[in-house]
């Protein structure tokens, strides 16, 4: 997991953060952990902006623990996560919601700026 690997402030930061979102549905999180991860981004050089945005979303989603993606935009959080599991996941349930998997992809996307 990429949350064991953070040092001791930046598990701190995250915990901090799924604390906050633990109570929100996904389409509120998505909203709000999307818009964090891009500041966040923010403060790396431009090579490694996205892959930390990545990291911030993955650890995120680490302290979450959901046993699997029942909802489109958890799909499209679980796709740009860093864990392999979690792209499974989403994978597992874009297979199982083929309706949903235009939509996922179009707002994956646009996150992407293609």
């Known amino acids: 997991m990429l949350y064991e690997k953070l040092n001791g402030d930046m598990r701190k930061m995250v915990d901090r953060y799924a604390q906050k979102l633990r109570p929100l549905d996904w389409n509120r999180r998505s909203d709000l952990l999307i818009e964090a991860s891009l500041s966040f981004g923010e403060e790396q ?3 490694k902006a996205s892959l930390a945005s990545r990291g911030f979303v993955t650890a995120v989603l680490e302290r979450f623990d959901a046993p699997e993606v029942d909802d489109p935009r958890q799909a499209l959080l679980y796709l ?25 992809e179009r707002e994956l996307g646009a996150l992407s700026g293609e």
Do not use: G, W
């Not at 979690?86 to 998997?101: I, T």
């Open 45 to 47: 050089a431009p090579d």
């Open 80 to 104: 740009t996560s860093l864990n392999p599991e979690h792209q499974a996941m989403a994978k597992d349930y874009l297979d199982a919601h083929p309706e949903m998997r235009e939509i996922v």
